[in-house]
């Protein structure tokens, strides 16, 4: 079950992905141009499989990081490390990307520390290149090697954000939840369940993104709705399910909790 | 007394877990449908029990890590050591519950460094992979490995959080202290004590934990009160038993103290 | 002078402890039944001297660890040292007396850092099991493995605090300083002052511990009467063994000094 | 399509640069004085394509380094890298520049940590050495040595500043965006637009710089009216070419995009 | 030039030092008695020269430590180096004093780091050991073995300060500038100055110590006052070496420097 | 262009220095008597020119060392670094001087880590030595070696500052702009310019110490009177050479900028 490093390749079928706007065809653009592409947007609105389902279409390898706080640009680029009594040198994905082509994904790109600008920078401008300073390479990124990176505006933070002169480098779209059929078509088709039991959970969701009187970071995604069918489809109770799979992953607050309960039980009454 | 790093193995006796409600189920089915698990609640609730019981029951290994402040993903992946001259790699205990399957279980995970989250995102979307940057593999999870997490909500602060973007990859389950026949019946199976005295037990800490004049950041778990019955069973005195076991585990404020020791006096009145 | 770092071994003879209430009772039923015990009280009270008097009395090596800000999980359990070009694994304390039995005594445990936690934990619940992960070993403590922790709430503050999951895992003892009687009995014991000399000294204490008007972090404790004694024992004057011993340790500050000053004129007018 | 790391070779052809004022005399003057020079100015007004332009018209390589929060004075210089078991000294983009000659520019140099200010100090005076402390050398610039760092005085803060003993080392230029005949021209040749699409697009950026009532970090920038020109130029509707590559980039926050769009609805209408 | 570490030999000549009240008798009670020792006191007042006074009077090597924020346990006790390929354990001076017997002094201790804690508590309680983790050594001290640590109580903060349970293992002495004719004797013999010099330097010293309306950290030390006389012994005028030795070296503050000069001035007339 | 490191040497001719007080005699006196000596001023007013001077007058070699935030006490003693599969011992700038004899001067002193005191108090007081922990040497200061420290009162903060217990081991002397002649002569000499051309430049640094309204950090120095000058003396117009090499350097504040314009004018018009 170990597999080479290259996170997708040509030959994966092309995921599943339900366009929302003109996304596709500003990746296309994107790609053609080599422009780099910022995608915006909440939790689990599925940019990470808009970029799969790209990356698969286009027929090129896809890298993905999810960027965290500790993230350097080494984690990226790579470094040497000992093997045998031998120093070896081991890209990190974007190296990867650059030097064999395909699509490198920073998943919260805000999150990375700020050394990771160093690498980005001479990579999306008309320059395209990857600085190695440790192997002395300077790579030149090839014609099928395309940057894609997002983040959450919803939950930045002052100390978090991009820096206006990284932001101005790329092409940007902004994602949101899809509409109400195009959401209940992939829950059924992810989870097997029927289309009256995905309506009630599109609806169900509906009413938490439009809660007004309560305090969530962020509304139930369609993931979470997915979870949801998954466990009606193998017999939960409807309650149970609701509880397990979109109220106590939205929330701890007993308040919010109680909130939730109600928005939902309004739907079904 | 050392034996190999797999915590639990399937030859162990199934350890006694009393089921508060429907986490068994909601268990198995995230187990079968291979759904990361997340539990909520507070401290000794039986959190730890219940993860041990549903590994033996189901007969997979059980690798347990408590998280902390300096928790990073080198921690749960592996790392290079260098062994007699050799530089050899050494699987963390998830790269392990992930090689040769099992259930990984991450006891307080809002602790663990947030680095830690580049190797749980692509393990628990329907991606379910884990990246070994280091080793250069890609390791897919099999059908019999599953993520199970835990957290209390009671003394999480903002610096402390899942994200939502973590948080929303979870089944969620929320526990709390057994209701008091059961909680009677788990104090007299550990510590032999009879029922007469574990019910009195029960009393207490149901006063306790119903206490609303009092700062207490978690109230007494039900380890502590079978820490004070075995205390009364080799024969300490009562009063000793409940100052020792109870009530100074709880707090150091002299005024929570005297507080405390009120609560309990007007049960044996 | 350098001798095996088992810190106390059983042909030791039994260092001198009073015992101020059932301290001895609950440390002898923690040894039986294998719980962990929590130390609670002021510095300079006698916690050492208790945890190395029961040890020699148990026959029992004793591992203490004075614990700090930068003390590590591997400051405990051990690490990897390069020795004469072969990489060793040296024990750490803990690991010493989870491998061959003994008393691992923790001082001001609330000090450490916060990935102790995560060798605690197991080690603290009825899995009783220290895992190594950097050598691969999973230690299970034997029968005659104790561990022993204190702190002195006086002063805690929130940042330093042991978090209700861990402090609910130990039974506590809360100390205090001992009864005038026997303080004056441990002075004589400890300086070969008379008894005369020694019951001022503890009516300064006494007086100083009582003071209303005074912000002292922490009152005399009998450590520096036992100093105090010893200088008057030499031959240095009444007034500069009480200047050295007693008050200069205590305060810097003037007006604290002077408060101090007039408490302890007051004793002997 | 790995190249020796020598960023830019006296035999690339000179970029494209249009003048906005005496930059180039100061550049030449700084050159043959051997001055340090400071470029002042905002994200995407030219400033690294001024730098390589210079370069290549003075036939000179050009070692460019984006500054960043982690950048320290080692990243410059240089470090030991062990490689096949011998330690072999590397020299950084700096060092490299003073040893063979040529322009190291240092992109958002108030970026980089304060270590750095140990090898500009001596170079940017009338000394020009940089100390190896680890190699022994004492480096002298040769003549055809020149510095040029950068930085947008636009989000500076308390805590990123250059001291006034680095600031007062430096001639210093401030760029600005080009004027609107000069900015059409540079979109046209860019992206091959027509006149009329490129002026439209200058208008609405002129627009965009002088709003008043809007909190931008900083306005659009040269760059993105060409990411805009591109998308238009490859059939992408105006209305998705703007937001994509013009109020996205710009913002997240739902009323700056909606007073972004008034602004440049008023042009179009 | 140079010597073996150790920083004072029994051979050397004994320092001139003048005591001001019982520091003389308290140390030597303290050698004998094995008690620990702390000096309080200002800047430049004599107990870096007290404590080279004492250890040459005792024949004792003496081991002197300054303190700083980045001082850790390693720095006193020691740590592997890697020689010639050969891993060497080297003794930092607080281990080579507990080894070979002598005297360590820490001077402004509370600048250290928090694990020296971990080192001092044992040796300075009856058990009087250093533990070595990393060699796996247990080291007794010598009865010729003395720990003497200071610090100066004026500028300490909330942040850096002895713990009381540090504290109260101490003897302690306070230092205070010594007395006027004293201090005239010490500048006659550092400096060669005669004893008119010297005085009008003391009271000019006096003045400044006595000052009431001007904000100093701390007052003019002896040692200034001897680099004041030696500036006028070779020739230079009253008023520069009163302002090179004193006045600047005080303060940067240009209305705390006219107070000082006024002070001064008033003296002269 | 590489020499070694000692960072100039006896054979080096004086370089100009035009004194504006007593400094020579004081740094005279401080090399007779072993006093380390700190110098005080504002950025660019000749204070490394004016160590240089005396150290070439002296014919003595210099080790400049520029601190920083992250300048450690081994950047100034060395460090062991691996060559060639041995392990070399590499002396710092300081060591150097000790060793061989030399002025140390350590630039803006107080921006080094606080570690740097433990090698400068030992080194400042009668002992004059350098302890070297890591190779156990003790080295002891030669007649020909001085420490001069400086920094910049102008631009401290609360966080950094000489800790008085450092400050009063110091000789003090405080710098300051030249006179207008004086400062002439130097532009003129430095530059090429004529005298006319120097006064007015003169006048104008004049002019922007004394005003008032404006909030500068520092004032013009006399290095950008010179790089001013020598604009000029290639042909820049007067007002561009203003503009970049006195305005620009001192200011990104439009305000500020406008502020300074004016003063100039009044001097011209």
């Not at 997708?8 to 653009?29: A, D, I, M, R």
Request: glycine content about 8%; some cysteine; hydrophobic content about 40%.
């Amino acid at each position: 079950m170990s597999t080479a490093l290259k996170q997708s390749t040509p030959e994966v079928p092309v995921p599943f992905y339900q366009p929302t706007g003109n996304e596709e065809q500003l990746f296309e653009v994107a790609w053609q141009r080599h422009l780099p592409l910022l995608l915006k947007g909440p939790t689990g609105c599925g940019k990470t499989r808009f970029v799969s389902h790209m990356a698969a279409k286009l027929g090129m390898p896809l890298y993905t990081v999810s960027c965290h706080d500790d993230l350097t640009a080494a984690d990226l680029t790579g470094r040497y490390l000992i093997k045998g009594g031998e120093t070896v040198w081991v890209d990190g994905p974007l190296t990867r990307a650059v030097r064999n082509g395909g699509i490198c994904y920073l998943d919260e790109v805000v999150e990375a520390r700020k050394d990771v600008t160093v690498v980005l920078h001479p990579l999306t401008d008309d320059r395209r290149l990857l600085p190695l300073d440790r192997t002395g390479e300077l790579l030149e990124a090839p014609d099928n090697f395309m940057l894609v990176v997002s983040y959450n505006p919803g939950y930045q933070n002052l100390l978090k954000q991009l820096k206006p002169s990284t932001r101005q480098r790329f092409l940007a779209v902004e994602f949101n939840f899809p509409d109400p059929d195009t959401e209940a078509d992939i829950i059924m088709r992810e989870s097997g369940i029927d289309a009256e039991g995905a309506r009630i959970l599109v609806r169900i969701a509906g009413n938490i993104r439009n809660l007004a009187g309560i305090d969530l970071e962020e509304a139930a995604s369609t993931r979470l709705l997915v979870y949801c069918a998954t466990l009606l489809k193998t017999g939960v109770a409807f309650d149970d399910a609701i509880q397990a799979a979109i109220i106590e992953p939205l929330s701890d607050d007993r308040d919010i909790i109680t909130g939730l309960r109600e928005a939902i039980g309004i739907i079904r009454g």
